[in-house]
């Protein structure tokens, strides 16, 4: 993969994160019966980034966990005959609660429909609320994100690559692309 562009570096992507924090807090009325769920991989330090966001913002503490949506891919067979899960880490009961479902792309759809399905086989949540760092188009699904840091048009053949420290060493929002 070749970085074609940089759309945000570490600073923008962090004042994204922010304003998705307090949008989240805005259209819930606060923290309460609010459950962060970041989907594996890079939906995860995001999910942590917008728990010590809203923890500056309101003094409170946001249940988080992770989610491995493997087994509810409909491309599983695609991936590899021999997928290995991961564990999702679900941190309380998630019955009438308003749970955040996170993740760095949004593009066909496909991995939020699993990632729903996913929650779903846990429990049934007052709602469930979709934030991205960035929507690049391309749905296959009727999905949409009800905050997002960017909407960013790409063409089939370009790709958006989210990196966080945690998982990349370092961080921004950068256009790749499959071409030579």
């Known amino acids: 993969m070749k970085r074609?562009?940089?759309?945000?570096?570490?600073?923008?992507l962090n004042r994204a994160l922010l304003r998705?924090?307090?949008?989240?807090?805005?259209?819930?009325?606060?923290?309460?019966?609010?459950?962060?769920l970041g989907i594996k991989t890079r939906g995860v330090p995001m999910a942590e980034r917008i728990k010590e966001n809203i923890f500056k913002i309101e003094g409170k503490e946001v249940p988080c966990g992770s989610l491995d949506i493997t087994l509810y891919r409909d491309d599983l067979t695609e991936i590899s005959p021999?997928?290995?899960?991961?564990?999702?880490?679900?941190?309380?009961?998630i019955y009438n609660k308003n749970v955040i479902l996170l993740d760095d792309v949004l593009f066909t759809g496909r991995?939020?429909?699993?990632?729903?399905?996913?929650i779903l086989h846990t429990g049934r949540p007052r709602t469930i609320q979709l934030a991205v760092i960035v929507d690049r188009g391309h749905r296959e699904l009727p999905i949409r994100a009800d905050y997002v840091g960017k909407n960013i048009p790409t063409s089939l053949k370009e790709m958006i690559s989210v990196a966080f420290p945690e998982?990349?060493?370092d961080s921004g929002v950068y256009i790749t692309s499959t071409e030579e």
């Open 167 to 169: 998982t990349d060493g």
């Open 82 to 93: 021999s997928a290995s899960v991961k564990s999702s880490h679900i941190p309380c009961d």
């Open 4 to 12: 074609k562009a940089v759309i945000m570096d570490e600073m923008s």
């Open 111 to 118: 991995t939020v429909r699993a990632a729903i399905e996913a």
């Open 20 to 36: 998705i924090s307090h949008e989240i807090l805005e259209k819930n009325k606060g923290t309460d019966d609010l459950v962060l």
